[in-house]
């Protein structure tokens, strides 16, 4: 079994940066997805990393501005964010699969985070 924490959410004005942390235990994770969803909304797919770190996708959204990676000696993927914008503002969770290679899909991953806020004020 795997247990996903997310670190790094909070408040954030326009145009700022955040990272987020997700830390795996349990046993050694696969690809790792990060997604956000908004009160009412779906979730939906922001980036995601092969195990290797050789493949990376990314939203047409947050592309240019996203920066996803990994530090598989410490079972850790991060999600970095600059240029923060209002329209961001969601709740962030991180998934995590054992298979490496990776995936855009929320049925391809099975273990999930908690979730971390981040709010970007105008």
């Known amino acids: 079994q795997v247990q996903l924490v997310e670190f790094g959410g909070g408040l954030v004005q326009a145009g700022g940066s955040l990272r987020l942390s997700c830390a795996a235990s349990g046993r050694t994770i696969g690809a790792v997805g990060w997604f956000r969803q908004a009160p009412g909304k779906d979730r939906e797919f922001v980036a995601a990393?092969?195990?290797?770190?050789?493949?990376?996708y990314y939203a047409d959204s947050v592309k240019g501005r996203f920066t996803i990676s990994r530090d598989n000696a410490r079972n850790t993927v991060f999600l970095q964010m600059d240029s923060l914008k209002p329209e961001d503002t969601d709740v962030y969770y991180c998934?995590?699969?054992?298979?490496?290679?990776?995936?855009?899909?929320?049925?391809?991953?099975?273990?999930w985070g908690q979730g971390a806020q981040v709010t970007v004020s105008s």
């Open positions: 990393i092969s195990w290797s770190s050789t493949t990376r």
């Open positions: 998934a995590a699969r054992e298979i490496r290679a990776a995936a855009t899909e929320i049925g391809a991953y099975g273990y």
